[in-house]
């Protein structure tokens, strides 16, 4: 079975400093992967997503990237954070298409 | 962006009552999902709707794809705790992208 991973789980960096989240699937090969934000536990907001190592979009401008350097890896990555990066950032993977996307436990970034 | 509304946006029932909600979209989506989210976790999978008038049933809980394809609902039968939890639709019509809605939190008292 497929299963995504998510970490951390919790993070707490200071306004300024880098960031690397990082997301990974086993038990599927290929897959489309998406990083969403979600503010006060409400409305996903679509970040990026990649159909493939190296294939990126990016749907709002923003402080944030994100790479995916290898075919079941992708990885959500800043500079210098703002206070209004703070957040609850998910990670989700299908086959693409109409298939469901299936979400991890997402990371709690806290920015002082 | 396509805007999808939920409603209602909260719901306070009591243990054993029904639940009904519904998701409304500006455009068609040819796919409907719905989710259950509890606090600190991500998004599961509760039920997948493929075509208009489907039908579908996941144990106590119902969703089904509107004639009009503009719209989704969500039914839970016999609410119990466990139920609570902010619900989530989200619909596709072409590309890899779906569009989720604002959620109805759910609480359910004992």
């Known amino acids: 079975s497929q299963t995504i991973h998510q970490w951390p789980a919790t993070l707490v960096q200071p306004v300024g400093s880098p960031l690397s989240l990082e997301c990974t699937v086993e038990g599927t090969s290929n897959p489309n992967l998406y990083w969403y934000r979600q503010a006060a536990g409400r409305g996903l907001q679509l970040l990026f997503y990649?159909?493939?190592?190296?294939?990126i979009s990016s749907e709002v401008p923003q402080n944030l990237s994100a790479s995916r350097p290898q075919d079941r890896q992708f990885i959500l990555s800043s500079k210098k954070l703002l206070l209004s990066d703070s957040g609850f950032y998910l990670c989700?993977?299908?086959?693409?298409?109409?298939?469901?996307?299936?979400f991890g436990d997402g990371t709690r970034l806290s920015i002082l | 962006g396509q805007q999808l509304n939920q409603s209602p946006q909260s719901m306070f029932i009591q243990e054993g009552e029904d639940v009904s909600m519904n998701c409304t979209s500006s455009?068609?989506?040819?796919?409907w999902l719905w989710y259950k989210q509890e606090p600190g976790e991500g998004p599961v999978l509760l039920i997948a709707?493929?075509?208009?008038?489907e039908l579908t049933s996941n144990g106590r809980l119902t969703a089904q794809f509107g004639i009009t394809r503009k719209d989704s609902f969500l039914n839970i039968s016999a609410s119990i705790p466990s139920d609570v939890g902010i619900y989530f639709c989200?619909?596709?019509?072409?590309?890899?992208?779906?569009?989720f809605g604002t959620g109805t939190s759910l609480t359910v008292i004992p």
């Open positions: 990649s159909v493939g190592i190296g294939q």
């Open positions: 989700a993977w299908n086959r693409g298409g109409n298939q469901p996307q299936h």
């Open positions: 455009s068609i989506f040819n796919t």
């Open positions: 709707l493929y075509k208009a008038g």
């Open positions: 989200a619909g596709r019509h072409t590309g890899n992208q779906f569009y």
